[in-house]
């Protein structure tokens, strides 16, 4: 958890809306797991006011990559941004995916729609090193919102992809996909990002399978540091549902203490 | 080297910055970006006796230049501020400030008598002001007589100086002010969040849960200006302003409208260590400036 205010970006690549960017930054990379979160500021000005939270798409010691969608004016600056530009990152937060030490012998899903393939490349890698067998479900609407495909298949990352228009792969939602593999071949441990309704369907196929089974949630964040409270999600305790912070005692959240509202 | 002690009369501060009450958390989760005792004080989020629940989300908003919350003041209660957090922020060499909720009077009483029993604490901020635990914004700082009868009953029953934090959703700002002051506030605090409400135009649905929700940040900053320049010209009780601070600059502002000390808000979320940097930029302006101490610029303002 630390500020960079001079944290440089190395590289930038761009597929429509969607950007993924190289930063170096050991000191928030250094310490980094799989399913935490950086809050970006966008702009030194008043305009956006508040950090925008993306998720870890990568680690390493040297500074971490982001994988995000233009999503409004906060995000549309960011993509603005060159390489060389410093920006500042308060990271890295919030907790992190499980990934169990030894996974030999074991199978992972993951299984990520349109932006929220962001933290499951650096899960993957986790994941892959150990030695879980992995299977990568990736959706989105149509093929321009599948363009990590290839970086996945280049890591030795087994992809199935979705679109609901058929432009690429399965036509239909990634989530219908996952069904039809989550028979054959049940996996282990499945790990899911991405909009609500899709996290919400795949909660309730892992819930009927007993598949053990973890969600990235995603809001809106007022500080990413548990000051607010303005970024909570309804969650399951012993103690009774409560309003649980999704930037502190999230973002990850086990499928079955996810209280899923419409 | 300035001094920036501020004396409140009741309350030292070794300088005259303080963390807002909401934006803070507990002050604990700002210890890995800033030394706590840096602070003038920080002022925790309000508490209710029992544990509260809090809004439905969504519960912000960004609007220019500003935020629109309607958290609805979800906390952990006394019991467990008491047994799991006040001890770790007693050894803190800082002011440690008590935001105080109910939701009726007599809540507030129990809060503060609970509280009285506490080390570790230097004085209770009464949120009479938060415009999102009732309907449309109600609460008490609305109105002048029901703001005398609570300010009163508390003081009757604090063993610890009491500020009162006003709510700028009024007529007049002044008439409420001088109600706490008359009733005994040790000081009065102010602005609280102004009413506010944004509609998605695609969805044609409020972007709050709540519907309305309390506007933060730099957008609110003139209006905050202007109302704690009014209170602190016509009460004698110590003001401490805020309202959109982002800047030394911005809390200079302030101090020489009338205020005694700020409280930083917003900024604390875009910067965790907003509040040190701020201090240290009204210390650079005031060395700039031959302002040996910042105490002098209290009131300051001139005749236009």
């Known amino acids: 958890m630390t500020i960079d205010r001079n944290a440089r970006i190395l590289n930038v690549a761009s597929w429509g809306d969607y950007c993924l960017f190289t930063i170096e930054s050991p000191a928030v990379g250094g310490g980094a797991r799989p399913g935490q979160f950086v809050m970006v500021k966008v702009s030194n000005s008043l305009f956006p006011l508040l950090r925008r939270p993306l998720s870890i798409h990568s680690a390493s010691p040297v500074g971490i990559e982001l994988f995000f969608k233009i999503a409004g004016p906060g995000t549309e600056i960011l993509a603005g941004k060159k390489v060389g530009d410093a920006i500042d990152i308060l990271g890295p937060l919030g907790n992190s995916f499980t990934v169990p030490a030894d996974l030999r012998g074991k199978k992972a899903f993951l299984v990520g729609g349109g932006r929220g393939i962001a933290p499951l490349y650096f899960l993957g890698l986790e994941l892959k090193a150990a030695g879980a067998g992995i299977t990568v479900f990736y959706g989105g609407r149509c093929q321009v919102d599948i363009p990590l495909k290839d970086k996945f298949e280049v890591e030795g990352l087994p992809l199935h992809c979705s679109t609901d228009d058929g432009s690429y792969g399965f036509e239909g939602l990634v989530t219908e996909l996952l069904e039809r593999e989550l028979g054959p071949s049940r996996p282990d441990l499945l790990y899911v990002c991405g909009p609500d309704p899709m996290m919400k369907a795949a909660a309730q196929m892992a819930l009927a399978a007993g598949i053990p089974a973890e969600f990235s949630l995603e809001s809106i964040m007022g500080c990413g540091i548990g000051a607010c409270w303005g970024c909570v999600h309804r969650i399951r305790e012993d103690t009774g549902d409560g309003w649980l912070k999704i930037c502190e005692e999230g973002p990850v959240f086990p499928g079955d203490r996810i209280v899923w509202t419409d | ?304």
């Open chain 2, 1 to 304: 080297m300035t001094d920036l002690k501020m004396d409140l009369g009741f309350l030292t501060l070794k300088n005259p910055v303080l963390a807002a009450s909401g934006t803070f958390g507990y002050g604990l989760e700002f210890e890995p970006y800033v030394g706590l005792a840096q602070l003038g004080g920080f002022v925790v989020k309000g508490l209710y006796f029992n544990p509260r629940e809090g809004n439905r989300p969504p519960r912000l908003v960004e609007t220019p230049s500003g935020l629109i919350n309607a958290i609805g003041l979800q906390g952990v209660g006394v019991k467990a501020f008491a047994e799991k957090i006040l001890p770790r922020l007693r050894g803190l060499d800082t002011a440690v400030v008590v935001n105080v909720c109910g939701g009726d009077d007599d809540e507030y009483v129990d809060v503060v008598e609970f509280l009285n029993r506490q080390d570790g604490i230097a004085a209770y901020e009464l949120n009479i002001s938060c415009p999102n635990v009732k309907q449309e914004g109600l609460c008490t700082a609305l109105f002048a007589e029901p703001t005398f009868a609570l300010v009163k009953r508390v003081k009757s029953v604090s063993r610890r100086p009491v500020i009162t934090k006003l709510s700028p959703n009024v007529t007049n700002i002044v008439e409420v002010a001088r109600a706490a002051e008359d009733a005994g506030t040790d000081a009065i605090s102010l602005v609280n969040t102004f009413l506010a409400m944004a509609i998605d135009i695609e969805t044609r649905r409020p972007r709050l849960a709540n519907i309305f929700g309390g506007l933060s940040g730099p957008a609110i900053r003139p209006l905050a200006v202007r109302m704690v320049y009014q209170v602190a010209s016509r009460v004698k009780v110590p003001v401490i302003g805020m309202g959109g601070i982002m800047t030394g600059a911005d809390a200079l502002e302030f101090l020489i409208a009338g205020a005694s000390a700020v409280q930083v808000g917003t900024a604390n979320f875009v910067d965790p260590d907003a509040a040190v940097r701020i201090i240290g930029e009204i210390a650079g302006w005031c060395e700039a400036h031959g302002v040996a101490r910042v105490r002098d610029l209290v009131g300051t303002v001139r005749a236009a």
